[in-house]
């Protein structure tokens, strides 16, 4: 890795690739300004401008919404209060009606129903509050009430892999400004992470170690806490990247335990802050990168999941779509060192 940790001008372009994907990044500073001009030009408008939306995810229209999965309450518990509530999407992309595919072939051009689920976090009841504006052990809970989801879907023999994922922004995909995060469970390992597994498994069979548990240069990591660092990936295919990992080598996100998912809370709810006052409330969006549900022991040496944090800052040209290689005009080196300078104090 290089050490470098800032930019010049007789910095070379650069050609990397990853050790989770296997993609290659082209880091090319000649198109860029300084990394601590980058500003989205397309920020999400604050919903606290909207003094009275009209929402069904607010507290008080539950009844307008698709019918409710399961809810973690506050207050006093009573039957008006909640503080996340998973419902199932009124619009989903995949149907838990269907038939469930059987047989799905590993290769070549298939067609199988389109059996699945698609749920909706609503991660508060105030449309005002954004996912970084809550506590951090509320943040927690959203994360445990991701795990929660995970594990009854994990109990539906048909489902094989699950994401969970945000969408913060129109432009990121956001079609409701209520703060909220969704979950879609499939019937089949999609091909980008059986793809990854099989190149980190790649990796692990030359090197004998894991990808994510060997990213250890201090030119990359923003934060870090007991249990997991918060790292601008080495070849970052986006400008401001961020990957949050656990520290401690593990397969399955829904492992995670009340005191680590408040840890976890924690550490997300700075990189969203420091990438909101550094890019200007951008357009984001965070996956979480997690193992099949239906894992081989044999797997578990080389697969650690992580959550990718992705600040939605230009487009995607000719050049990303033909060749799969993306270029990144701030080297990461040096978005790490400007959001580690973040000062959210003021």
């Not at 470098?4 to 198109?31: K, L, N, Q, T």
């Not at 929660?148 to 489902?159: M, P």
């Not at 997690?290 to 040496?301: I, Q």
Request: with cysteine; proline share 8%.
């Amino acid at each position: 890795m290089s050490s470098s940790s800032s930019s010049s001008p007789s910095r070379s372009s650069e050609i990397r690739r990853d050790a989770v994907f296997g993609r290659c990044v082209v880091f090319s500073p000649a198109r860029a300004r300084r990394p601590s001009d980058f500003r989205s030009h397309s920020p999400v408008s604050n919903p606290n401008a909207s003094s009275k939306p009209s929402c069904p995810f607010c507290i008080g229209r539950e009844d307008e919404c698709a019918p409710e999965i399961f809810r973690i309450v506050g207050g006093d518990g009573g039957a008006g209060e909640w503080k996340i509530r998973v419902i199932e999407n009124l619009y989903p992309a995949l149907q838990r009606e269907a038939e469930p595919p059987k047989d799905v072939p590993e290769l070549g051009p298939c067609k199988v129903s389109g059996f699945g689920f698609h749920d909706v976090v609503i991660e508060t009841p105030y449309h005002p509050i954004r996912l970084w504006d809550l506590p951090v052990d509320e943040v927690g809970e959203v994360l445990l009430a991701y795990k929660e989801r995970i594990l009854q879907l994990s109990r539906h023999g048909s489902v094989k892999y699950v994401q969970v994922f945000k969408n913060h922004g129109a432009s990121a995909g956001a079609s409701m400004t209520h703060s909220h995060s969704q979950i879609i469970g499939l019937p089949l390992v999609p091909p980008s992470v059986s793809a990854r597994l099989n190149y980190t498994k790649e990796v692990f069979d030359r090197t004998g170690k894991c990808s994510l548990c060997e990213i250890q240069s201090k030119d990359i990591l923003i934060d870090e806490t007991d249990h997991f660092s918060a790292i601008v990936p080495f070849a970052a295919t986006y400008a401001f990247e961020i990957w949050i990992v656990p520290r401690e080598h593990i397969a399955d996100f829904h492992e995670l335990d009340h005191k680590k998912a408040v840890d976890l809370g924690g550490l997300l709810k700075l990189m969203l802050q420091k990438l909101s006052k550094q890019l200007n409330d951008p357009p984001f969006n965070f996956m979480i990168h997690a193992a099949p549900l239906e894992l081989s022991a044999t797997c578990l040496p080389y697969t650690h999941w992580f959550l990718q944090i992705v600040p939605q800052l230009g487009v995607i040209g000719g050049f990303e779509i033909g060749s799969g290689c993306f270029i990144n005009p701030v080297f990461p080196e040096d978005a790490a060192k400007v959001l580690r300078e973040v000062d959210l104090s003021t």
